[in-house]
């Protein structure tokens, strides 16, 4: 007789319920608000996800750098959350629209 972990079986039902696009985006969201936390998450918001690359849209540009500092950790800390090991990268966009310095 062999066993599993638990941890383990719950992984591959996950996995097989990640093929659903709204449950896989429901898992994703919540990993990255748990990941990044309250105050992060208010304003930088997970928009979408595509081929492992998860779109966090920001409310201030200036922030963008330190979140791009910041990624390799969020990146780590989202693949520890259920559904969160599609997470390969992380792109920061603005809701601000950039200052081209012409006024």
């Not at 599993?4 to 319920?17: N, Q, S």
């Not at 930088?44 to 500092?69: C, H, M, N, Q, Y």
Request: no cysteine; hydrophobic share 35%; charged share 30%.
């Amino acid at each position: 007789m062999s066993f599993t972990r638990m941890g383990d079986g719950l992984a591959g039902v996950i996995k097989g319920w990640a093929k659903d696009p709204e449950f896989r985006w429901s898992l994703l969201d919540r990993a990255w608000r748990s990941a990044a936390g309250d105050t992060m998450s208010e304003r930088a918001k997970a928009e979408s996800f595509d081929s492992g690359t998860l779109t966090v849209r920001v409310s201030d540009p200036s922030w963008i750098p330190t979140l791009r500092d910041l990624e390799t950790d969020l990146v780590i800390a989202i693949r520890r959350r259920p559904g969160g090991d599609m997470v390969t990268h992380i792109k920061w966009v603005s809701s601000e629209p950039e200052s081209t310095g012409r006024e």
